[in-house]
């Protein structure tokens, strides 16, 4: 039987893209280093803490900086005072979704449908609502045991690593070459305060420019990486794979009998 395999785009072996927590005013020099490198990341902010000034590391960044600051990479829902959700009531839960993503659509411009977990913290419950209030993937803090794997539920997407661990060694092994052909995805999080907080600048800085350099590998925010591997998954087939369908708005690359082609957005493509 015909078998058609998923691929990044154009082909290459493996895709980047980065997340990073609670809007400190650390995230201008970060993404001063992403875009020097050419790297992407999603941001998810606080719409509550705009403008709050801490003692310290966590001093927020204000909400009119927002749209220039972020432009380029993705912002991305963590509530709007930051709690923990699951000890929270259903209608609290809803509340701090809704008003931290309508608080920052009316700044950047876009519908803003990704999440990260304050604390990690989640239940079943909480899943359930963030569905119902329009989100389409939420990160929580555990990391993904099997590292450079795709999710199987975007409403779970484990990362690959925290910013604290051996990223040089890991980066490494996720250059080496899988020997089934699988699609690997390195994801990145942390918080941009933790640099300051760690001295750990030079550090994040030699791995960022690392990533940059090397070949071969797709960019991207949060919210690519979900659009195009949902657009893959949902290819339309026939039963002898003869044609597939793109019924999605994205353009996506597939591997046929060892050679890599693209269906275009509504295309139907006969396989030969």
């Not at 310290?56 to 009119?64: E, F, K, L, V, Y």
């Not at 449908?113 to 899943?127: E, F, I, T, W």
């Not at 052909?181 to 001295?199: K, Q, T, V």
């Not at 708005?249 to 050679?259: E, N, S």
């Amino acid at each position: 039987m015909k078998r058609i395999d998923f691929a990044w785009p154009e082909g290459v072996p493996g895709a980047f893209t980065s997340s990073w927590d609670d809007g400190t005013i650390h995230d201008r020099r970060l993404i001063k280093m992403l875009n020097k490198c050419g790297l992407k990341g999603t941001f998810n902010l606080n719409s509550g803490r705009f403008g709050a000034e801490n003692a310290g590391w966590n001093s927020c960044i204000a909400a009119d900086e927002v749209k220039k600051l972020y432009t380029g990479h993705e912002v991305a829902v963590h509530t709007v005072t930051h709690p923990w959700l699951e000890r929270q009531a259903e209608d609290m839960v809803l509340s701090e979704v809704l008003e931290d993503r309508k608080n920052l659509e009316k700044l950047v411009g876009y519908p803003v449908r990704g999440m990260a977990l304050p604390m990690g913290s989640y239940d079943n419950r909480v899943l359930a609502i963030l569905r119902h209030a329009g989100i389409l993937y939420v990160r929580p803090t555990s990391n993904n045991p099997d590292k450079f794997t795709l999710p199987g539920d975007f409403m779970v997407w484990q990362s690959t690593a925290h910013q604290a661990a051996d990223l040089t060694a890991l980066w490494d092994e996720f250059l080496t070459p899988d020997r089934y052909g699988n699609p690997r995805l390195f994801y990145l999080w942390g918080h941009s305060y933790e640099f300051e907080r760690d001295h750990s600048w030079k550090r994040i800085d030699a791995f960022l420019k690392k990533v940059g350099k090397t070949p071969k590998i797709w960019f991207a925010t949060n919210m690519e990486i979900y659009e195009y591997v949902t657009a893959w998954r949902q290819l339309q087939c026939s039963v002898d794979v003869s044609s597939i369908k793109n019924c999605s708005a994205v353009m996506v690359w597939y591997r046929y009998d060892g050679k890599f082609a693209t269906i275009k957005p509504g295309e139907i493509v006969t396989l030969a």
